[in-house]
């Protein structure tokens, strides 16, 4: 039973995805680090992962996955109330990439502002949107999660090269029946694990000068094993909560996506949430980590291959740096 509190719900009106053309494979990497495609395909199920191009950026795969996304929802971007961009690698500290895609897209009345909440960014972002429209206080949102960690990423270091990629997804959200699109969202957050990974220069605290730049202080830095241990009762209990809220069990689940960051983690979650493998929607061997990119890249992907339908019931779960946490529990 879904409890009846929500007088109005906020419903999935369209998804959409960009990956840059370029793509970097297995065997590219054992050219630039010492690695090898066994290595990098038992520890983490990747294959390859797709790249931006020179001159392509954050805000211009933000652009085509919302295009797709505003087309599927048959929504003139003139109508959209508000934007939220997850990433934490936006365009340019200031503006938000957000606003940068507001202009792109012509969305003159909707405000527009970015998260940061690495790659649980996107299940924050949709939890924001859909508040806004069950308070009654935008009808239309749209929601990113885009990244280009290729520009945070050490390609000297094999423990956190191998692993990241490039790539947007987006989901426009808007006014529906309580009960249908988002039904419940979770999110929490450990700052006390920050060490596990995070990115030492660029900010406030220590901003960018070239010795720090010439120390790769620049990039991202991840202690694997331990986000490893974190990662799946973290991501299992987010799960767990959303479903309660719902008045919901996994019985009732027909797709799980889990955010793409280490194929054992997803079949870690998979195992205790009870699910069985063809409801596990995985793309990480195509796409590999793309942060906060990742859940709504495989919800898009699930939508175009047609097997998603209405009245099923999707999870989303997700779990980043920060330490950060969520999931949000959909009704298609
Ligand atoms: N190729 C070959 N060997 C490697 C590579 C590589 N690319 N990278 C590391 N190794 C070596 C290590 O140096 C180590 O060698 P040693 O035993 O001689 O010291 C050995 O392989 C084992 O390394 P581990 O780190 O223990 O490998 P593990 O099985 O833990 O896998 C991985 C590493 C894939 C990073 C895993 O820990 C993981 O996926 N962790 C979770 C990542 C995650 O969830 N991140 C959060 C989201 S990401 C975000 O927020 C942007």
Not at 4 to 25: D, F, M, N, S, V
Not at 45 to 68: C, L, P, Q, W, Y
Not at 97 to 114: I, P, R, S, V
Not at 245 to 257: K, R
């Amino acid at each position: 039973m879904i409890k009846p509190c929500k007088q109005i719900g906020a419903r999935i009106a369209g998804t959409g995805h960009y990956l840059p053309e370029k793509i970097l494979t297995n065997a590219d990497f054992e050219k630039i680090v010492d690695t090898s495609d066994e290595w990098i395909l038992t520890r983490s199920g990747i294959r390859e992962r797709h790249i931006t191009a020179d001159n392509e950026f954050s805000s211009d795969m933000a652009f085509e996955a919302a295009k797709m996304a505003l087309a599927d929802a048959e929504v003139d971007p003139k109508d959209l109330d508000m934007i939220i961009v997850a990433t934490v690698t936006p365009d340019m500290p200031l503006p938000s990439t957000g606003c940068l895609l507001q202009e792109m897209l012509g969305a003159k009345k909707a405000a527009a502002f970015d998260v940061s909440a690495a790659c649980s960014g996107f299940i924050y972002g949709l939890s924001i949107g859909s508040s806004m429209i069950e308070s009654g206080k935008a009808e239309k949102v749209l929601v990113i999660g885009v990244e280009t960690l290729t520009s945070i990423t050490d390609y000297t270091d094999r423990t956190t090269c191998v692993l990241f990629g490039d790539g947007c997804g987006a989901v426009v959200l808007e006014e529906g029946e309580p009960g249908e699109g988002v039904l419940s969202t979770f999110m929490q957050s450990d700052g006390g694990e920050k060490e596990l990974l995070y990115i030492v220069a660029g900010g406030s605290k220590t901003p960018l000068t070239t010795e720090r730049i010439e120390a790769g202080e620049h990039y991202i830095r991840m202690k694997g094993d331990g986000l490893f241990k974190y990662a799946v009762r973290a991501m299992v209990d987010a799960a767990r909560h959303t479903l309660k809220e719902a008045g919901l069990g996994t019985e009732d689940v027909t797709y799980l996506i889990p955010h793409q960051a280490n194929i054992r983690i997803i079949e870690g979650v998979r195992k205790r949430l009870k699910l069985e493998k063809e409801q596990v929607v995985v793309n990480i061997d195509r796409v590999g980590n793309t942060s906060s990119a990742s859940i709504p890249i495989a919800f898009s992907e699930l939508k175009e291959g047609g097997t998603l339908k209405k009245g099923d019931l999707v999870i989303m779960v997700a779990f980043g740096g920060g330490l950060t946490w969520g999931a949000a529990l959909i009704k298609y």
